[in-house]
């Protein structure tokens, strides 16, 4: 069983930086990729970046240069540090582990960037 717990979340101004992290559990997290997602309201939700388990990374081209991810797998954590954040980063952000067909989610923190 699955289950992953994020937090980090909270309020900042524009420019200001936030740290977001998983908490996975179960036997598979060494051998599943994992990402953050986001969703804003009145949006899709989309993928803000991925890491495989070899720690291959992939950022959509918003936040290229402003956020890292990376994982621990001896903790079983995932982070997203989060730089020069800007008021369109707000939304609920996403924890998800992909392993094969299957697809785990965390119940999301909320992202608030203030101008």
């Known amino acids: 069983q699955v289950q992953l717990v994020e937090s980090g979340g909270g309020s900042v101004q524009a420019g200001g930086s936030l740290r977001l992290s998983c908490a996975a559990s179960?036997?598979?997290?060494?051998?599943?990729?994992m990402g953050w997602y986001r969703q804003a309201p009145g949006k899709q939700r989309e993928l803000v970046a991925g890491?495989?388990?070899?720690?291959?990374?992939n950022y959509v081209d918003s936040v290229k240069g402003r956020f890292t991810i990376s994982r621990d797998t001896a903790k079983k954590m995932v982070y997203l540090q989060m730089y020069s954040l800007k008021p369109e980063d707000t939304a609920v952000y996403y924890c998800?582990?992909?392993?094969?067909?299957?697809?785990?989610w965390g119940q999301g923190t909320q992202v608030t960037v203030s101008s």
């Open positions: 998800n582990l992909k392993r094969g067909k299957d697809d785990y």
């Open positions: 179960g036997s598979i997290f060494s051998i599943s990729a």
């Open positions: 890491i495989s388990s070899g720690g291959i990374t």
